[in-house]
């Protein structure tokens, strides 16, 4: 901290945050120690699935299954065979039984409207017109169990219930991390209020994560858990890319840490889409076990793994396979790893329920058996990366996804 009792990150000062509690709130990151995370973590795959798939197989709408329990349940009766009979390696997850997956939970609670076109992706509307609106409304508290569309997906699950008995039905109305929020609340002007209006900014930040923990309060209790837990909470907060590296300490890293205060004392970890270079430092500086970049165009393993120490996981798109073949899936597993990445994964969507693609998706599973074997029988990465075709080498990551 500096002379006025106002925290920084790298020597830098940062603004000073209102209220106060909040500086009192942010500490030091966790002390973890990346000088033998990344080395003794395991190596870890899977390939996880999605509604999506079902949803191609059994020729359901988008919006039926959003908005129609009797139509989410047929899908899934009728899907989960088709899914298993197309895949039936045990090591791919069928799609989780849950309520639709709408991650505009939070915000919808708080006023901002859900649309739901018949064939294409949901939407929402921000909702505050200015950051001072946001603040002050952000001050009164909700019942978020009866708040926007939450009392619809309830009686949503306990439909989903009824015709599955036994069977776990996960509550998937969620939220997002500090500064996605911010965006689906205030849209595009956020990206200018972070210039315009910094400190007022950082006040609506603090107000908005602060909200999203009341909600996160309502849906860990719809899960049957609860909203702190001690080994470890995990963040989703792909619009923080958006934010320039030099705003980083003031404007994201404080409802980071606010956001993780509120939810553990153990690991925490994160996905964030499209982080730069320049950006993945703090990841280590916010005391990261594990880190999600997903699909992000602008890093590559070697990227990550010399950006900072936070083991990474590493994906492989389901439009990836599209412009690959079964040998050069394989390259991509062995490459990905021996470059640095603790883990990599890929999920089973619609476009992956195509003939032509179950043998890729076969090979990346039989590729990361053999990665996992060779590791554990004392190979190296450097080992890992001979076993990589020249063309593969060529291809990652100087030429990838081309």
């Known amino acids: 901290m500096d002379a006025r009792g106002h925290r920084s990150y790298d020597g830098e000062p940062t603004l000073r945050l209102k209220p106060d509690r909040l500086q009192e709130q942010t500490g030091d990151p966790m002390n973890v120690d990346y000088s033998t995370l990344r080395e003794q973590k395991p190596f870890r795959w899977y390939v996880g699935s999605s509604s999506y798939a079902l949803m191609c197989l059994t020729g359901t709408a988008l919006g039926e299954y959003n908005l129609n329990p009797d139509a989410c349940i047929e899908m899934h009766r009728k899907g989960r065979p088709l899914f298993r ?40 509307t921000p909702i505050y017109d200015s950051l001072r609106e946001g603040v002050d409304a952000l001050k009164q508290p909700v019942d978020f169990s009866q708040a926007g569309m939450a009392p619809f997906y309830l009686d949503f699950r306990r439909q989903l219930q009824d015709a599955f008995p036994g069977e776990r039905v996960g509550f998937s109305f969620g939220f997002e991390g500090p500064i996605t ?48 837990r001690e080994e470890g909470a995990s963040m989703c907060d792909d619009v923080a890319s958006m934010i320039p590296a030099s705003l980083f300490p003031t404007l994201v890293m404080p409802f980071w840490e606010q956001y ?68 050069e899936v394989r390259d991509w597993v062995f490459q990905t790893v021996a470059d640095g990445a603790s883990s990599v994964f890929t999920h089973i969507e619609a476009l ?10 076969n090979a990346f599973i039989a590729a990361c058996r053999e990665v996992q074997a060779m590791l554990e029988s004392g190979a190296t990465r450097d080992d890992l990366g001979a076993e990589v075709s020249a063309s593969g080498r060529a291809r990652f990551w100087d030429h990838w996804p081309e």
């Not at 992956?352 to 998706?361: G, M």
């Open 85 to 124: 009979e197309l895949f039936p390696d045990p090591a791919i997850r069928e799609p989780s039984l849950s309520t639709p997956a709408v991650s505009y939970g939070h915000v919808n609670g708080l006023g901002s409207e859900l649309r739901f076109p018949p064939a294409g992706e949901l939407i929402h």
């Open 181 to 228: 929020t911010a965006y689906e609340l205030r849209g595009q002007n956020f990206l200018l209020d972070v210039m315009d209006e910094p400190e007022l900014a950082a006040e609506f930040l603090e107000a908005v994560t602060a909200s999203s923990f009341e909600f996160a309060k309502f849906y860990a209790e719809v899960n049957g858990s609860t909203a702190f």
């Open 260 to 327: 993780y205060r509120d939810r553990t004392s153990g690991v925490r970890s994160a996905h964030v889409e499209d982080l730069r270079a320049e950006q993945l430092p703090f990841l280590e500086q916010i005391g990261l076990s594990s880190f999600d970049p997903s699909i992000s165009s602008k890093l590559s393993p070697p990227l990550i793994r010399d950006g900072c120490r936070v083991p990474f996981g590493w994906r492989l798109g389901s439009f990836h396979y599209l412009d690959m073949v079964v040998s």
């Open 352 to 361: 992956l329920c195509r003939d032509e693609n179950v043998p890729k998706v």
